[in-house]
């Protein structure tokens, strides 16, 4: 796994191999339809001794330099900003949630239709 921004925003853009994606598994589904999937895959990541991470220093400040604006999307648009509320709002209760831990998918579907960009 290799970051290509420095912390805290290495999950924005980041390079993963092959093996260690079938090592560690998919983005969680559960988180619906963004934010915080990202936690969880970094707890995950960290979770296993055998995942890599190297030292990029130099390529991280070269990237934090041509990307200043970070995340356009959540500020370009107001409907997507009442949606990015609700659906961070609703992931942050699952990240947080005891039964995410234990792989039990009760609520998913309740939180999926709370968290739909309708207009």
Not at 24 to 49: H, I, K, N
Not at 96 to 116: C, F, I, K, V, Y
Request: glycine share 2%.
């Amino acid at each position: 796994f290799l970051p290509l921004l420095p912390a805290p925003q290495e999950f924005s853009a980041f390079w993963i191999t092959a093996a260690c994606w079938d090592r560690v598994g998919l983005f969680d589904p559960g988180f619906f339809p963004a934010y915080c999937e990202d936690l969880d895959f970094r707890d995950r990541l960290r979770a296993d001794s055998w995942i890599c991470w190297p030292e990029a220093a130099d390529l991280q400040a070269r990237m934090a330099a041509s990307n200043r604006e970070h995340s356009l999307t959540i500020t370009s648009d107001a409907d997507f900003a009442s949606h990015n509320r609700s659906s961070f709002a609703l992931n942050r209760l699952w990240y947080l949630s005891h039964r995410r831990l234990r792989h039990d998918p009760r609520g998913t579907w309740l939180r999926q239709w709370l968290a739909e960009w309708k207009d």
